[in-house]
């Protein structure tokens, strides 16, 4: 079995795009990972059909109960975090779960709660079994969530005898980056044209580097700053990651997210082009 992470260093690089248009591109039995579980949305573009539905929780917040609560404000007086209000609520969002009000509170009135952060699903597609999630306003992500899509994923893939799981994976090069790409086969960057892309991109590369995890390079939008394509594509090669080729700007490309369908099944323009043949080189780099 074969899995693909494709990431990007910076956010709104086309990174959805790319993974709907390999989605739709690899005829093979597959499932699909949403990642980027801090902002997902491929599940607007590879719409589901049906889906199982799980909560998720991270976490502990504390709780007072106010029959037991004495008011003797030592529980505000030791939070580092001022998430205890005067009248002795806890604001969900500021507490940090540490249970220092829990180990000092001498009446006994705080308890620690399991915190549910969101929903994680198992939903049909047309282009197989997708596992994706979605967070609460404010619900924390720290990568064990990805690591159980991750997880559900495999298992899914050996249900079906699928051979391929490709994961739209998040941006950036933090815990949900780590998470989403630690013993995966590859690894495909997808970077714009500019200083801010070109330098998150080295950061993501060194992070694979660091995991391991092959590398491959794409550049979307190119023709926005020839010059700076250039750069990426060099030193792709200089840092032994492979330069699988560039996409220009198209402007069917929002059109497709709007019709809510991938830019390869959109229309066979220029950007279309592009991206099958970079899909059919990491196709081949994978094989």
Same mark, same amino acid.
């Given at each position: 079995?074969?899995?693909?992470?494709?990431?990007?260093?910076?956010?709104?690089?086309?990174?959805?795009?790319?993974?709907?248009?390999?989605?739709?591109?690899?005829?093979?039995?597959?499932?699909?990972?949403?990642?980027?579980?801090?902002?997902?949305?491929? =599940?607007?573009?590879?719409?589901? #059909? @049906?889906?199982?539905?799980?909560?998720?929780?991270?976490?502990?917040?504390?709780?007072? %109960? =106010?029959?037991?609560?004495?008011?003797?404000?030592?529980?505000?007086? #030791?939070?580092?975090?001022?998430?205890?209000?005067?009248?002795?609520?806890?604001?969900?969002?500021?507490?940090?779960?540490?249970?220092?009000?829990?180990?000092?509170?001498?009446?006994?009135?705080?308890?620690?709660?399991?915190?549910?952060?969101? #929903?994680?699903?198992?939903?049909?597609?047309?282009?197989?079994?997708?596992? =994706?999630? #979605?967070?609460?306003?404010?619900?924390?992500? @720290?990568?064990?969530?990805?690591?159980?899509?991750?997880?559900?994923?495999?298992?899914?893939?050996?249900?079906?005898?699928?051979?391929?799981?490709?994961?739209?994976?998040?941006?950036?090069?933090?815990?949900?980056?780590?998470?989403?790409?630690?013993?995966?086969?590859?690894?495909?960057?997808?970077?714009?044209?500019?200083? @801010?892309?070109? =330098?998150?991109? +080295?950061?993501?590369?060194?992070?694979?580097?660091?995991?391991?995890?092959?590398?491959?390079?794409?550049?979307?939008?190119?023709?926005?700053?020839?010059?700076?394509?250039?750069?990426?594509?060099?030193?792709?090669?200089?840092?032994?990651?492979?330069?699988?080729?560039?996409?220009?700007?198209?402007? %069917?490309?929002?059109?497709?997210?709007?019709?809510?369908?991938?830019?390869?099944?959109?229309?066979?323009?220029?950007?279309?082009?592009?991206? +099958?043949?970079?899909?059919?080189?990491?196709?081949?780099?994978?094989?």
């Amino acid at each position: 079995m074969k899995e693909l992470v494709i990431i990007s260093g910076k956010g709104g690089t086309g990174k959805t795009c790319v993974s709907a248009s390999f989605a739709h591109l690899l005829k093979e039995k597959k499932v699909l990972i949403d990642a980027d579980v801090d902002a997902a949305n491929l =599940h607007l573009i590879i719409e589901p #059909r @049906s889906s199982e539905e799980f909560s998720y929780s991270s976490g502990v917040k504390a709780k007072i %109960d =106010h029959d037991k609560c004495s008011q003797c404000g030592l529980c505000i007086e #030791r939070c580092e975090f001022e998430a205890i209000s005067d009248d002795f609520e806890v604001n969900s969002i500021d507490c940090e779960g540490c249970g220092v009000c829990y180990e000092f509170c001498p009446e006994q009135a705080i308890t620690l709660r399991e915190e549910k952060a969101g #929903r994680w699903f198992i939903s049909k597609t047309d282009e197989g079994t997708m596992v =994706h999630a #979605r967070l609460n306003i404010g619900g924390e992500n @720290s990568g064990l969530l990805i690591n159980k899509l991750r997880k559900q994923a495999s298992t899914e893939a050996e249900n079906e005898k699928a051979s391929f799981i490709l994961t739209d994976g998040p941006p950036g090069t933090g815990c949900p980056a780590t998470s989403s790409i630690t013993n995966s086969d590859n690894v495909l960057i997808v970077c714009e044209p500019t200083q @801010s892309g070109f =330098h998150d991109m +080295k950061k993501a590369k060194d992070l694979a580097d660091f995991l391991k995890v092959p590398v491959m390079v794409m550049v979307n939008k190119y023709d926005l700053n020839p010059e700076i394509t250039d750069q990426i594509e060099e030193y792709s090669k200089k840092s032994n990651a492979l330069f699988m080729g560039k996409v220009p700007y198209d402007d %069917d490309f929002p059109k497709a997210i709007m019709n809510k369908t991938s830019p390869v099944q959109y229309s066979d323009g220029e950007g279309s082009k592009a991206l +099958k043949i970079i899909f059919d080189k990491v196709m081949k780099n994978l094989n």
